[in-house]
T-cell receptor, first 112, second 115 residues
Framework: GQQVMQIPQYQHVQEGEDFTTYCNSSTTLSNIQWYKQRPGGHPVFLIQLVKSGEVKKQKRLTFQFGEAKKNSSLHITATQTTDVGTYFCAGDSTSGTYKYIFGTGTRLKVLA | DGGITQSPKYLFRKEGQNVTLSCEQNLNHDAMYWYRQDPGQGLRLIYYSQIVNDFQKGDIAEGYSVSREKKESFPLTVTSAQKNPTAFYLC??????????????FGDGTRLSIL
């Protein structure tokens, strides 16, 4: 079945350092979403990418969708302690199953 | 304010007991989902529903059941057949597939434990 993997599983960074998480799907995606889950909280939608090669920015966050629409990345510039949490990608298969498959998540810790 | 309400926040289940987790939304969303999250892991889809009176099994439906009698409600029953129910359960809703953007809105979750 379709699988969505993320690397790394954990990342500890010093405040001010950059951070990147990568999302890889076993199948082609029609679009991909990114979510952030704070410790003890629920996932919150960040952004959706639809087009091949698409790049979107939200302040210090940069999201990219691969040309083949099988991978995506989230890059955070100059991390802050408020960036702490787990970042998930979620892919919508092109097979028309009307559901998203969530990635395994990357847990980010920011050391002040 | 519109949103998703899950109750209870914490739930304890005895051996052989069925328990029902509530999920209500006032976002007027057609699609609703139930996910299970184990410590340090991602979200796994249990059941989903794109429209009232219709629902589909997700990847880990065994030991669970749902109903979708009303658009705003999607309760999940954890049956005694689910031998390892301890987890964080998240309910979500979204606009139906076929539209350009369908972000999923999540409730605050229910933490289920075995007594």
């Amino acid at each position: 079945g379709q699988q969505v993997m993320q690397i790394p599983q954990y990342q500890h960074v010093q405040e001010g350092e950059d951070f990147t998480t990568y999302c890889n799907s076993s199948t082609t995606l029609s679009n991909i979403q990114w979510y952030k889950q704070r410790p003890g909280g629920h996932p919150v939608f960040l952004i959706q990418l639809v087009k091949s090669g698409e790049v979107k920015k939200q302040k210090r966050l940069t999201f990219q969708f691969g040309e083949a629409k099988k991978n995506s990345s989230l890059h955070i510039t100059a991390t802050q302690t408020t960036d702490v949490g787990t970042y998930f990608c979620a892919g919508d298969s092109t097979s028309g199953t009307y559901k998203y498959i969530f990635g395994t998540g990357t847990r980010l810790k920011v050391l002040a | 304010d519109g949103g998703i309400t899950q109750s209870p926040k914490y739930l304890f289940r005895k051996e052989g007991q069925n328990v029902t987790l509530s999920c209500e939304q006032n976002l007027n969303h057609d699609a609703m989902y139930w996910y299970r999250q184990d410590p340090g892991q991602g979200l796994r889809l249990i059941y989903y529903s794109q429209i009232v009176n219709d629902f589909q099994k997700g990847d880990i439906a065994e030991g669970y059941s749902v109903s979708r009698e009303k658009k705003e409600s999607f309760p999940l029953t954890v049956t005694s057949a689910q031998k390892n129910p301890t987890a964080f359960y998240l309910c979500a809703s979204s606009l139906p597939f076929g539209r350009v953007n369908q972000p999923q809105h999540f409730g605050d979750g229910t933490r289920l434990s075995i007594l």
